[in-house]
């Protein structure tokens, strides 16, 4: 991840201006705005292992209290992106795949259903694709699994995530839609982080267009992001 050392570091209104006077779409503005007033960057260390990460904190607007007007926006735009890829169903990983999942779902010409993968194995699911998980934000691996019988073989599948990190989630639901010998057509996500995590998808040998992302970071650092098309960092209004 690049640092940007000689960039200047604009505090929270002057990044709004920057953001309000920018090229970006209605819904990546709204994104970026919430970034910088609501969101948090900071440093974790996972006790089991003792690695430190740099997370970010998106609980005030996307995956814990939803902004229902910027959800809305991001579905309607990444729907416009994902819909030359005609999937039959979303799959996703609980719980915070599963808002812009339905958001864009319900911006699709099809509707396609959607498909969350719960962490274990519900006492309703009698056979399962099974994928193991390493959650970092809760610190463990898990399982994902899906019902065989809800994912048909040769379904064209799209695989949603609020973050692109560093790849993994993806991959590991890569990983489900291939026991069920279906299709990965096209991989969207909220935010993209600089971890990665495009370049492991496209090792996997995924199109750099089958990647899709409504906004990316260029880098970041405890309580400042760089996001991509911008020379600045911009401070984050909550430390």
């Given at each position: 991840m690049?640092?940007?050392p000689d960039l200047p570091v604009l505090q929270p209104n002057e990044a709004l201006q920057s953001i309000s006077a920018s090229v970006l779409s209605r819904a990546q503005k709204l994104l970026a705005a919430s970034l910088v007033t609501q969101s948090r960057s900071f440093v974790h260390t996972l006790k089991d292992i003792g690695e430190d990460l740099l997370i970010l904190d998106v609980t005030h607007f996307l995956n814990h209290r939803i902004n229902t007007r910027l959800i809305d926006a991001?579905?309607?735009?990444?729907a416009e992106?994902?819909?030359?890829?005609?999937?039959?169903?979303?799959?996703?990983?609980?719980?915070?795949?599963?808002?812009?999942?339905?958001?864009?779902?319900?911006?699709?010409?099809?509707?396609p259903d959607i498909i969350y993968a719960p962490k274990?194995?519900?006492i309703t699911m009698t056979q399962v694709y099974r994928a193991s998980s390493r959650s970092y934000t809760h610190g463990?691996?898990?399982?994902?699994t899906?019902?065989?019988?809800?994912?048909?073989?040769?379904?064209?599948?799209?695989?949603?995530?609020d973050f692109l990190d560093t790849g993994r989630t993806g991959m590991d639901l890569t990983d489900i839609i291939t026991q069920a010998k279906a299709v990965v057509a096209v991989f969207f996500f909220v935010i993209e982080k600089p971890f990665g995590g495009r370049?492991?998808?496209?090792?996997?040998?995924?199109?750099?267009?089958?990647i899709i992302s409504l906004i990316q970071i260029d880098s970041m650092?405890?309580?400042?992001?760089?996001?991509?098309?911008?020379?600045?960092?911009?401070?984050?209004?909550?430390s």
């Open positions: 690049r640092d940007y991001i579905g309607e735009e990444l992106k994902v819909a030359m890829f005609s999937p039959d169903l979303i799959l996703t990983a609980p719980s915070s795949g599963n808002i812009p999942a339905i958001a864009t779902a319900s911006h699709l010409p099809n509707q274990g194995t519900p463990k691996s898990v399982d994902l899906v019902a065989r019988d809800c994912l048909p073989a040769d379904t064209r599948v799209a695989v949603c995530d370049d492991s998808l496209k090792a996997a040998g995924f199109a750099d267009e089958q650092r405890p309580g400042k992001l760089k996001l991509a098309g911008f020379d600045s960092w911009f401070q984050l209004t909550r």
